[in-house]
């Protein structure tokens, strides 16, 4: 797939991030930060500000590295740029076989949750029984993804931009009204650390996760005029302004339902304030827009699944390159490697099922640990820019110093609130052993020759 060069400018780069980065992780995250802070609100805003910090000045490196390559796969180019073809793999595997089928797998209940909560159905169910719906309804909408991605492109694209418009309505809507006709002691004053609190560092995990996607800009760097300036630029502005939503969402609903109410209504807390604040017929057509947002992140993720295999095919970094590389000679996609990121989504959504049923993860899901161990991988990404700064590649020592610095230092910081997770080793452990393979595979392939090359 020969991508145009310069057709996107700085507007629609900073939109494509916000639309893929809003999503379902605020709204169904919100109670499990307010658990790990023990109900505290400041604190909870306080998390949010550090967990920023790892996601503006990563972005920035990210950009440095951007600016420098026009092939295909994002992170996978700049892997591969740093320590050649097994880094690549290294990074595409993770995200091939961990990051993305685990996140797809999350964030695509949530669109069970919501579409339940939207219709009322499952209401007769018990709780083992509404779960296996959601999951259901969700794995569907994951089908009808890959299938409409991968027959036609311009319709995901479509679909991807309507969804974008979106995700702003309930944020902003929530937040303001939170805020504005809420409880009457001041929203800062609101909450204190409680026993249940002590561990508030966890709380990062859950933010990470509704961070998470702002990579994705990374990887059409190639597409961008003017890229060495607004690449950059875009990945800091769009996080910026993430922030500053997600913060006036987090107090206005913690300020208008009260923390204690938001943590007991858990996924549920966003139905009880739409509904309380508009009555029931507004508070459908608000959770309306939480749903599509929802259904709009699951099909940018899907997007990038497809693409990531079909990147490491190119490059021979893959059992079954030739095939996962061939593109279908009228639909112009790449259909094997979609079947193979839909069979390891299925895969996870399994993980997932077994999880839930038997209790394995409570205030957590499959998806975080994920998360946390991708900023790792980043970290080796952050330190190429201050290798680049030492060559004279990067002027200057603000961005070739200050910048990889303040990075790893928040990418540290998501990192040691992931590991609190009380499956991190065993989860990392699996994580080491897939990557070590992956880099034997492409140390073998170099010298066998790539098995994907055209």
Known sequence: MRMEK??????T???????????SGIFFKSDNILLATGGNVPLGVAVFLLGGIGIVFGGLCLGELAARTDRPGGVIAYAEDLAGPPAAAVFGWFQVFVYLPAIITVVSSAVGVYACQLFGWGRSLEENGIFLLQMGIGM????????VNSLSARLGGWFQNAAALCKLVPLLVVGVCGLLFGRPEPVFGMGRVTSEGAGWITAIAPIAFSFDGWTVSASISSEVRRAKRNVPLALVIAPACILLLYILYFAGISHYLGPETVMAGGDGHVELAAVRLLGPGGGKVLLTFVLVSVMGTVNGLVLG?????????LRGLLPGSRILSREHPRLKMPLAAAGLALAVYAVWSGFHILAVRLRLLPNS???????????????????QVFRLYRRGAVKGILRGGVVPLLAASGGLLIL?????????????ALCVLLMAFAALYAKKGTRRGSPGSK
């Open 6 to 11: 310069g057709r996107y400018g700085l507007p």
């Open 13 to 23: 780069v900073i939109a494509m991030i916000v639309g893929i980065v809003i999503g």
């Open 140 to 147: 569907a909408f994951v089908l009808l993804c890959y299938t």
């Open 305 to 313: 699944s497809i693409r990531l295999p079909y990147a490491l095919a």
């Open 365 to 383: 899901d499959v998806s975080e640990v994920a998360v946390g161990l991708s900023y790792a991988l980043y970290l080796a990404l952050y330190g």
């Open 416 to 428: 040691s609130g992931t590991a609190h997770h009380r499956v991190f080793w065993p989860y990392a």
